[in-house]
Antibody, heavy 118, light 110 residues
Framework: QVELVEAGGGLVKPGGSLRLSCAASGLSISDYYMSWIRQAPGKGLEWISYSSGSSAYTTNADSVKGRFTISRDNARNSVYLQMNSLGVEDTAVYYC???????????WGQGTLVTVSS | EIVLTQSPGTLSLSPGERATLSCRASQSVSSSDLAWYQQKPGQAPRLLISGASGRATGFPDRFSGSGSGTDFTLTISRLEPEDFAIYYCQQHGSSRPMYSFGQGTKLEIK
């Protein structure tokens, strides 16, 4: 059974940084296309970052370009999201999601809450 | 950028009724790139439909997806109490952004 578990969320001041992690079990993430998707309180879903299985290709949404970086450690079966220059608009639940079909998000973690506030 | 617009924003129906949710794209979308997700309060979304009409594992056949081009539909034939949730459509495209979601339709009990 596939399980994705995010960690690393919390309260951070504007301008600060945070690193989220997503540990996978029941699958080898080297075979999976992985993304980070966020959901602001009471709002809809926003895809923000993608990594191909080999990490040969990564891309971000314009809203986080230049500030967020996705990476993965296939040996640790984990995906990461380094978030810099955080603003209050980045407050959201952050989900890692992915699958062996790059077109959809077959598996999701439970999410980790990031709150940016002074 | 392809924008997905879902309607209605909120749909109030009773158990046993039929629900029809719409997702309209600002440009033509390949059917293989259109998906639907179900999200219940406090939970992560779950993949419901992929390839516009392929039902994901664990969902009963009262859920069906259809459509092509710019107009896609999610139909729930007879609503069960556990079906009341928020539904999102999503597309994958070759242009930026790589993925986009509709704003969601909240299906609530009347």
């Amino acid at each position: 059974q596939v399980e994705l578990v995010e960690a690393g969320g919390g309260l951070v001041k504007p301008g600060g940084s945070l690193r989220l992690s997503c540990a996978a079990s029941g699958l080898s993430i080297s075979d999976y296309y992985m993304s980070w998707i966020r959901q602001a309180p009471g709002k809809g879903l926003e895809w923000i970052s993608y990594s191909s299985g080999s990490s040969a290709y990564t891309t971000n949404a314009d809203s986080v370009k230049g500030r967020f970086t996705i990476s993965r450690d296939n040996a640790r079966n984990s995906v990461y999201l380094q978030m810099n220059s955080l603003g209050v608009e980045d407050t959201a639940v952050y989900y890692c999601a992915g699958g062996d079909n790059y077109e959809v998000f077959e598996s999701w973690g439970q999410g980790t809450l990031v709150t940016v506030s002074s | 950028e392809i924008v997905l617009t879902q309607s209605p924003g909120t749909l109030s129906l009773s158990p046993g009724e039929r629900a029809t949710l719409s997702c309209r794209a600002s440009q033509s979308v390949s059917s293989s790139d259109l998906a639907w997700y179900q999200q219940k309060p406090g939970q992560a979304p779950r993949l419901l439909i992929s390839g516009a009409s392929g039902r994901a594992t664990g969902f009963p056949d009262r859920f069906s997806g259809s459509g092509s081009g710019t107009d896609f539909t999610l139909t729930i034939s007879r609503l069960e109490p556990e079906d009341f949730a928020i539904y999102y459509c999503q597309q994958h495209g070759s242009s930026r952004p790589m993925y986009s979601f509709g704003q969601g339709t909240k299906l609530e009990i009347k």
